[in-house]
């Protein structure tokens, strides 16, 4: 199986920080990366997918990029409705695999 | 609005049996992939199952093939996912997902899961 590693695992920042979560593939899966919040209680949200290609709907404010087996998701300019935890998951081969999460909390 | 209903969860006894279901409204069922994710409590998400379209493509995670099925009828706009042989190591939160193959003319992007029902409990426990 493909293991995804996050990091860091959780982070505070204020509102207007930028910030940047990282995930790391086990192997190669060429772009087949997405991104997902998830806030307590509530399902998963698809906020990037193909590691780069913003989900309709979301906030531009939202990046992410690819760098071989290393990927980013940035917040450019962290707003209140932003504080959750943050996974990666490959979609490159089953068995599809989550990245462990970053919690984004309040400084 | 596109929107997904799971039910059928509940407490079960380890060994036992549960069938979730999941009703699709506000897209058209017929044309999506769709999988099934699942939270442990404090957990990440994992994904568990999915399905094409027409059922001719179906996929497990290892730790629960030979023990759940996935399954769909698209006259009834609805995906199941039958589990048996229940263990206490599968607690968690359901959630079934649409899940979308990205691509345009020139280049495919693969798939996300970018609707998502709320959720059923299932709890394994004696």
């Known amino acids: 199986d493909i293991q995804m590693t996050q990091s860091p695992s959780s982070l505070s920042a204020s509102v207007g920080d930028r910030v940047t979560i990282t995930c790391r593939a086990s192997?190669?899966?060429?772009?087949?990366l997405n991104w997902y919040q998830q806030k307590p209680g509530k399902a998963p949200k698809l906020l990037i997918y193909?590691?780069?290609r913003l989900e309709r709907g979301v906030p531009s404010r939202f990046t992410g990029s690819r760098s071989g087996t290393d990927f980013t998701l940035t917040i450019s300019s962290l707003q209140p409705e932003d504080f959750a935890t943050f996974y990666c998951?490959?979609?490159?081969?089953?068995?599809?695999?989550f990245g462990q999460g970053t919690k984004v909390g309040i400084k | 609005e596109v929107q997904l209903v799971e039910s059928g969860g509940g407490l079960v006894q380890p060994g036992g049996s549960l069938r979730l279901s999941c009703a699709a409204s506000?897209?058209?069922?017929?044309?999506?992939?769709m999988s099934w994710v699942r939270q442990a409590p404090g957990k990440g998400p994992e994904w568990v199952a999915n399905?094409?379209?027409?059922?001719?493509?179906?996929y497990y995670v290892d730790s629960v093939k030979g023990r759940f099925t996935i399954s769909r009828d698209n006259a009834k706009n609805s995906l199941y996912l039958q589990m048996n042989s229940l263990r206490a190591e599968d607690t968690a939160v359901y959630y079934c997902?649409?899940?979308?193959?990205?691509?345009?003319?020139?280049?495919?992007?693969?798939?996300?899961?970018?609707?998502w029902g709320q959720g059923t409990t299932v709890t394994v426990s004696s």
């Open positions: 997902a649409r899940t979308t193959y990205y691509y345009d003319r020139s280049d495919s992007y693969g798939y996300g899961m970018d609707v």
């Open positions: 506000g897209f058209i069922f017929s044309s999506y992939w």
């Open positions: 399905i094409k379209s027409d059922e001719s493509e179906k």
């Open positions: 192997q190669s899966i060429s772009s087949y």
């Open positions: 193909a590691a780069s």
């Open positions: 998951q490959q979609s490159f081969t089953t068995p599809w695999t």
